[in-house]
Nanobody
C-alpha cells in the first residue's frame, strides 16, 4: 500500500505561482509513474500532468502546458507541481496519483490506470 500526501495548496491571485508537493510513503517510489489531476466543483476529475519513473518524460494537459512543470526527486520520494501564471479556472482540488505501470519514458493521462491517490489539496485562484 502506498500513501500519498499532497501539500502546498492555498489562495493566490491570478498571475501568481504555487508549488505543490506529493510525498509518498514507499521505498520504491522510483518504480512508479506519477501524475497530477484536479477536480473543480461540479466537474469530473481531469488530467493535469504526468512524469515517468525516471523523470525522463513528462506529459501535460493542453490547458496547463507552458505554465505548469512537474518534477520528482526519487531520493526524497516526492513529486512536485510548479504552477505559474495561475488563472481563476485553475481553481480546483489537486490530487497526486501513482501508477504501477512504469517504464523509463512511460506517462499516463488516464486516471483509471492509477492505483493510488492522495487526499487532495485545495488551490484557489482569485481574479
Amino acid at each position: 500500500q502506498v500513501q500519498l500526501v499532497e501539500s502546498g495548496g492555498g489562495l493566490v491571485q491570478a498571475g501568481g505561482s504555487l508549488r505543490l508537493s506529493c510525498a509518498a510513503s514507499t521505498l520504491t517510489f522510483s518504480s512508479y509513474t506519477m501524475g497530477w489531476f484536479r477536480q473543480a466543483p461540479g466537474k469530473e476529475r481531469e488530467f493535469v500532468g504526468s512524469i515517468s519513473r525516471s523523470a525522463a518524460s513528462t506529459n501535460y494537459a493542453d490547458s496547463v502546458k507552458g505554465r505548469f512543470t512537474i518534477s520528482r526527486d526519487n531520493a526524497k520520494n516526492t513529486m512536485y507541481l510548479q504552477m505559474n501564471s495561475l488563472k481563476p479556472e485553475d481553481t480546483a482540488v489537486y490530487y497526486c496519483a501513482a501508477d504501477l505501470q512504469a517504464g523509463y519514458y512511460y506517462t499516463s493521462n488516464d486516471r483509471t490506470s492509477y492505483d493510488y491517490w492522495g487526499q487532495g489539496t485545495q488551490v484557489t485562484v482569485s481574479s
